[in-house]
Structure formats: structure tokens, C-alpha cells
């Protein structure tokens, strides 16, 4: 099943259905208002809505009309929780190298996640406005979960069945905030800007052998001003979400909506490329002794889209501008 929402002038937006091929929609309203009031009530709401989903897929809805990216908002333009991991080591190490952090003696066994702002999500296509591009503006690619209320004391096993959807996602960073905000130890805050998401969030199922132990199996290519720098795959993901979301939940309850992200999806091999430009840089600065790329300025333009083996984008694409506010 696959899903979005559209702009309504509300806070929460308009849900509906989209076509598996990503060319049909019909407003679910009739459903559900939002997706998040679909995602509050699941278990009684999702079949109907897959009811809707499959009609559309074999045109017996005559009110279909044409898929519109541009309506489209974040599809949870605001949840009740956003939590990001850096999931990916291959990335945590060129970071750690980037900023010259002391080893970490839990690196491969507890998983790093920091809690972001999840009141201003930011749709795929809408421009993002930054006060100065001199804060190292970046880009991170990720893909995501959307759950279902999780149980304190959930363990890995029994937390994929709390995955509702899966997203993909634009994490946006001012790099020149960052290490100041990870000494302080308090996390993240001004580093971390309105997170983008691509338009379609789907379930588990659209993937096929493509979502597989608690991980999506495609390459999220990149693109800056039209030139690909990223192809990397999820599957090289060290803690599957299932780890993620049992990390999280363990000293408390997660609310139906919370969002868990990958961190960036980043591959030890180098013809991968990267998924972040700080990534890019550090290779840069290892293999030929200085970085050369530089941070994103003012009308620079990123692309960001996971493929199927047949080509397909199964979450639609992230198109956006950078631009000032």
C-alpha cells in the first residue's frame, strides 16, 4: 500500500492513496482524515484502506485522477516522535574521522540515536530556506519507519511487527553546528534543521525480497545539480531497525507515528559514493589529502530516489532547492 498527503491548508494534511505505479491518487478521507489518525488506528483502519489501494491499482475507481508530487507534503508533516540512528558504521567512521572523535567502545554493540524536532517536516519538493550558507549546509539520505504503538521492553524479534510504513528521507545538517552541539552532549538542536521526506510512504510489503531482515534493500541515488554522487544500499545497514526500535523502547513507550530513521545509508565500498557531502569530503581528504567538494549554497539543487530493480522509485523522489530565508 502506498500513501501521502496532500496539502489542505491543515496542519496535518490530506490523506490519500496512491497507485503502486505512482501515476493514480484518491483522497482516503472517507477513511481516515491524516495519516496520522490512520497510523493512530491501524488494525481497524488499514484494511479498508487497502481495499481502496487494490480498487485503484485495477481502475475500478472512476474518481482516480493523476498523481500529484507537487501537492504533496511530508506524509506525517508532523509526528509525535523523530528519532535518528546512525546505523550505517561504514559512515560513523569516516565521521568520526572527519571530526577526530575519541574511539567509542560501544560503536558496534549499542546504537547511536539522538531525538530531533518532528513538529515542521518539510515535503519532497518544496524548496529549504537556511539563514546563511556559511553553516556547511549537507544533505543526508536515509530511509525510515513509521510505527505502531511500541511496548516499553519491546525486543528486536517482536519490533518489526510494529513497523506500520516505510519512508525515505532528506535528513538536512549545518555541519558548522554540529561538533559545538556534540561536545556540549546534549544533542542535537540548530545542527539539525526540518527534516525532509520523500512523497510516498509505503508498507513493508510493496518492497518484495527488497525489505528483508529489518533493512531496505535498495540503493538511494543522490544527485547534486544533476550529477549523481551516491548510489549506496541499505543492506549494509549494522543494526536493523528492529535493533533500532528496541533500543528506543527500551525504558519507555514509543506513540503509534514515531518515526525511526537509518542515519545515513553509507557503503564501505567506494564506488558507492555517498550519501552526504560531508561523507564525500572525508573520502576526498583521506585518499587525495584535501576536500574539495563543496557545501550546498544558494540554489544548489538536490535529488534523492531508491530504485527497484526494475528502475522504479517506489517512494517517489526528493527534489529540493536550497535556498535563503
Not at 518544496?126 to 505502531?148: C, H, K, Q, R, T
Not at 512523497?199 to 534493500?217: C, F, H, M, S, Y
Not at 530493480?309 to 517517489?316: E, I, K, L, R
Request: include cysteine; glycine fraction near 8%; hydrophobic fraction near 40%.
Amino acid at each position: 500500500m502506498k500513501l501521502a498527503t496532500y496539502h489542505d491548508g491543515s496542519r496535518d494534511g490530506q490523506l490519500w492513496v496512491v497507485s503502486r505505479d505512482l501515476t493514480l491518487a484518491l483522497p482516503a478521507t472517507g477513511i481516515a482524515p491524516s495519516l496520522l489518525s490512520a497510523i493512530e488506528d491501524w488494525d481497524a483502519l488499514s484494511p479498508r484502506l487497502a481495499s481502496l489501494y487494490d480498487r485503484l491499482n485495477t481502475g475500478e475507481e472512476p474518481f482516480a485522477t493523476r498523481f500529484e508530487p507537487r501537492r504533496c507534503l511530508a506524509p506525517l508533516p508532523r509526528a509525535p516522535q523523530w528519532l535518528d540512528a546512525s546505523a550505517f558504521l561504514n559512515h560513523g567512521r569516516l565521521m568520526d574521522k572527519a571530526f577526530d572523535n575519541p574511539p567509542n567502545p560501544d560503536f558496534e554493540t549499542i546504537p547511536l540515536i539522538y531525538q530531533g524536532a518532528s513538529d515542521d517536516f518539510r515535503g519532497p519538493l518544496a524548496d529549504v530556506e537556511f539563514p546563511d550558507d556559511g553553516l556547511l549546509i549537507d544533505m543526508e539520505g536515509e530511509f525510515g519507519v513509521v510505527l505502531s504503538d511500541v511496548p516499553m521492553g519491546t525486543t528486536p524479534e517482536q519490533a518489526e511487527a510494529h513497523i506500520r510504513l516505510l519512508v525515505q528521507i532528506n535528513d538536512w545538517s549545518l555541519r558548522a553546528l554540529g561538533p559545538r552541539e556534540m561536545r556540549a552532549g546534549f544533542g542535537f538542536l540548530q545542527a539539525k534543521p526540518s527534516t525532509a521526506f520523500a512523497p510516498v510512504a509505503i508498507t513493508p510489503d510493496e518492497l518484495g525480497p527488497q525489505w528483508a531482515k529489518g533493512r531496505v534493500n535498495l540503493p538511494l541515488h543522490v544527485e547534486i545539480n544533476g550529477r549523481e554522487v551516491g548510489r549506496a544500499r541499505g543492506d549494509e545497514m549494522h543494526f536493523s531497525f528492529g535493533q533500532l526500535i528496541a533500543h528506543c523502547a527500551r525504558t519507555r513507550r514509543l506513540s503509534a507515528g514515531t518515526i525511526v530513521g537509518s542515519g545515513t545509508v553509507s557503503n564501505a565500498d567506494r564506488n558507492a559514493g555517498s550519501s552526504c557531502i560531508s561523507e564525500i569530503r572525508v573520502i576526498e581528504l583521506l585518499d587525495e589529502g584535501a576536500a574539495r567538494t563543496p557545501f550546498l549554497t544558494w540554489g544548489d539543487r538536490v535529488r534523492m530516489e531508491a530504485r527497484l530493480p526494475d528502475g522504479s522509485a517506489p517512494f517517489g523522489v526528493i527534489d529540493q532547492s536550497v535556498v535563503r530565508t
